[in-house]
């Protein structure tokens, strides 16, 4: 079966989305897009999906009879409208992080989906799909033991102007407070932030570089560097300390040179380039399961816990050094 699919959205990662279902992966096929930007969504046609209909809402195109499936990859503000259309409708949606701008907003699209009785949404937390982090969840569950302590950072070369301290949660930490509930099968219960001095090439409305520490309810201790102005490249590590060794992410792969009297490796600046072979991963789960009529992947409980968990770091960030409870509702048996 291919499945037909509408997107909402076209900007650069709806756009990227796009390209990889019409020319890499299997079993889908553009068929309607729509964006605030009409030119936009006809750029997309044009240079990817010539045979898609330009819809003027995100409403019009989920009702529409020609789609299967959604992807919901526009401004995160409008995400919660488009996915509660989308369960509403009974359609499978793939919706970018985040799930909702608010736990709020977040846990009304749990409700609806535990109302509809089944899986219908995959929230874009492409890590999972990462060969890297699989490989490192494996050694941690088989071979080093249970886990202690993680030390992780999360480093950008640069960030825009419009850039602010809160966004160092809610665009940046995102992922890891997502990845580091599946890696280590655990929740959080508290979390902290230190700010060390401001960096140079930071500004007026950001403080950066910031460390965010999270307690699990196992008890393991982590530790994250989140430096959005390093200069030097986009760099993701994660160690895992256990009881009988350590684990590390591995880097990503890159020719080792020896030149100019230095032994070097390229880094990467770009994330898209980082977890590019993530998200057609991701995107292939989400077409066999769409096929199927359901979804698979990262819940809307996965949202709404990276929700929750977002907003208790922001508080933290105003609270700086104190700790500041996470407390999560029970999980609904939906996502057991």
Same mark, same amino acid.
């Given at each position: ?28 096929? #553009? ?13 997309? $046609?044009?240079? +990817? ?15 529409? &009879? *020609? ?29 970018? !992080? ?9 846990? $009304?699209? =749990? ?6 009785? !089944? ?37 950008? &070369? ?10 160092? +949660?809610?665009?940046? *930490? ?26 140079? $090439? ?15 309810? !196992?008890?393991? =201790? ?23 060794? #350590? ?7 890159? =020719? ?26 991701? *995107?292939?789960?989400?077409? !066999? ?18 929700? +929750? ?16 409870? #996470?407390?999560?509702?029970? $999980? ?5």
């Amino acid at each position: 079966m291919t499945v037909r699919l509408g997107i909402i959205g076209t900007g650069a990662i709806g756009r990227d989305h796009a390209r990889r279902i019409e020319q890499v992966l299997a079993g889908g096929k #553009i068929v309607a897009l729509t964006d605030v930007n009409r030119e936009s969504a006809e750029a997309v $046609r044009a240079d +990817i999906a010539p045979d898609a209909e330009i819809f003027e809402t995100g409403e019009e195109l989920i009702a529409s &009879p *020609l789609v299967d499936a959604v992807l919901v990859t526009s401004w995160g503000a409008s995400h919660e409208q488009y996915v509660l259309a989308a369960i509403a409708a009974g359609k499978p949606c793939f919706c970018e !992080k985040p799930l909702a701008t608010t736990a709020d907003g977040a846990k $009304r699209i =749990v409700d609806a989906e535990v109302a509809r009785g !089944k899986r219908l949404v995959q929230v874009g937390f492409m890590r999972r799909y990462d060969a890297g982090y699989i490989a490192l969840k494996e050694a941690v569950t088989s071979r080093t033991g249970a886990p202690i302590m993680v030390h992780a950072a999360h480093r950008n &070369p640069t960030v825009p102007q419009h850039y602010v301290t809160p966004m160092a +949660i809610h665009d940046t *930490l995102i992922h890891e407070i997502d990845v580091f509930r599946w890696l280590l099968d655990d929740d959080y219960v508290s979390a902290r932030v230190i700010f060390p001095r401001r960096a140079a $090439r930071s500004h007026g409305k950001l403080r950066d570089p910031q460390v965010v520490l999270l307690e699990t309810a !196992k008890g393991v =201790v982590i530790d994250v560097e989140i430096f959005v102005n390093c200069h030097y490249g986009y760099d993701i590590q994660c160690e895992v300390v256990g009881e009988d060794g #350590i684990a590390r992410l591995p880097e990503p792969m890159a =020719v080792q040179m020896r030149l100019n009297a230095s032994l070097q490796n390229p880094i990467l600046t770009d994330w898209k380039d980082r977890f590019i072979a993530s998200y057609d991963v991701e *995107l292939q789960d989400f077409l !066999k399961a769409a096929a199927q009529g359901t979804a698979t992947g990262p819940t809307c409980w996965d949202g709404y816990v990276a929700a +929750i968990t977002s907003d208790a770091c922001v508080t933290a960030q105003e609270r700086e050094g104190e700790a500041v409870a #996470i407390t999560l509702p029970s $999980r609904p048996a939906l996502y057991s």
